[in-house]
């Protein structure tokens, strides 16, 4: 069982930044890979960024050189810095966890950024 706890989210203007952060249970060495996915209403929920087990990571091509996925073992914490915000990227962001071949979500943290 792995429990996932989102935040930093909020409200900013475009241009500005945010670093969203995401409490793992247990060890996120251990996870297979973590990701950021972010969903609007009416729409399916989308990936944005990976980061596997060994460190590698990667980035959806509507957010690479704004945003970066990063994460702490020591801490067991997830972090997407976000820098460069458009009014597209409000959302709510999730973060994933695969463990064994099983998937865990957060709750969400919402990141509306205005015009």
């Known amino acids: 069982q792995v429990q996932l706890v989102e935040s930093g989210g909020g409200m900013v203007q475009a241009g500005g930044s945010l670093n969203l952060s995401c409490a793992a249970s247990?060890?996120?060495?251990?996870?297979?890979?973590m990701r950021w996915y972010r969903q609007v209403p009416g729409k399916q929920r989308e990936l944005v960024a990976r980061?596997?087990?060994?460190?590698?990571?990667y980035h959806v091509d509507s957010v690479k050189g704004r945003f970066t996925i990063s994460g702490d073992d020591s801490k067991n914490t997830l972090y997407l810095l976000m820098n460069s915000l458009k009014p597209e990227d409000t959302a709510v962001y999730y973060c994933?966890?695969?463990?064994?071949?099983?998937?865990?979500w957060g709750q969400g943290t919402q990141v509306t950024v205005s015009s």
């Open positions: 994933h966890a695969l463990l064994l071949g099983r998937g865990y």
């Open positions: 247990g060890s996120i060495g251990s996870l297979d890979a």
């Open positions: 980061r596997t087990r060994g460190g590698g990571t």
